[in-house]
């Protein structure tokens, strides 16, 4: 069955940095693109990025534009999304996401708070 696994969330000051990683199994990793959401208390889920199946092309929340970055490695089954110069206002869980056979599969989220 289709499993992701995001890692990498915590606490961090304004102007830092974190890298989430989330593993996938379950399904050919490298025939799907793969996304990055998150959500806010009391806010809608929203799409961060985007990267296609063999990582050639990515697209971004123009909120996160030149300060995040969607990779992959299809050789591990992951995908990862590098956070720099991150605000308070990117406070969120952060979901990994594929479209696969007709439907979504997430993972479970991990929590990034940033904060002084």
């Known amino acids: 069955q289709v499993q992701l696994v995001e890692s990498g969330g915590g606490l961090v000051q304004p102007g830092g940095s974190l890298r989430l990683s989330c593993a996938a199994s379950?399904?050919?990793?490298?025939?799907?693109?793969m996304r990055w959401y998150r959500q806010a208390p009391g806010k809608e889920r929203e799409l961060v990025a985007h990267i296609t199946s063999a990582g050639g092309s990515a697209s971004y929340l123009d909120f996160v534009k030149g300060r995040f970055t969607i990779s992959r490695d299809n050789a591990k089954n992951t995908v990862y999304l590098q956070m720099n110069s991150l605000k308070p206002e990117d406070t969120a869980v952060y979901y990994c996401?594929?479209?696969?056979?007709?439907?979504?599969?997430w993972g479970q989220g991990t929590q990034v708070t940033v904060s002084s």
């Open positions: 996401n594929a479209w696969i056979g007709g439907r979504d599969y």
């Open positions: 379950g399904f050919t990793f490298s025939r799907y693109a």
